[in-house]
């Protein structure tokens, strides 16, 4: 399964984090190796938007490419500075956690995923 961070946003700080903390990228790569073949998604697209934090909307399961897109608050007003690192990378973490909890992912597949998640937010300490 790939994860994918995108963004709709005016908070050019939040684009500014994303594109200065690299690991990231190794959150979207953390569950390549599960399986996702029984299925109805290889995608989770995570679409960060100007909106409080508690904001999760699934925009649509697609079918003919298999991605399944949410989108979820970012926060209003945030400043997203270097010093924040830390915490922005949690909460990057924490609103993946929360899409794939509402999931249509089967129960054993959602907590693989899961565990590989938190496995990556470990790895940030």
């Not at 400043?79 to 690192?85: G, I, Q, T, Y």
């Not at 990378?89 to 899409?99: C, E, P």
Request: net charge negative; glycine share 4%; with cysteine.
């Amino acid at each position: 399964m790939d994860i994918r961070i995108n963004v709709i946003t005016e908070n050019n700080e939040f684009n500014k984090a994303c594109v200065r903390l690299r690991s990231i990228h190794s959150l979207q790569k953390c569950c390549v190796e599960i399986d996702t073949e029984p299925e109805a998604f290889d995608v989770l697209q995570v679409i960060f938007e100007d909106k409080p934090e508690h904001f999760l909307i699934p925009e649509s399961l697609h079918a003919d490419d298999r991605m399944y897109s949410v989108a979820v608050g970012m926060g209003v007003g945030r400043l997203f500075m270097p010093e924040d690192d830390h915490g922005f990378l949690n909460m990057i973490a924490d609103q993946v956690l929360r899409v794939v909890r509402q999931s249509p992912l089967r129960a054993g597949m959602r907590e693989d995923v899961i565990a590989h998640v938190e496995q990556w937010r470990g790895s940030l300490s």
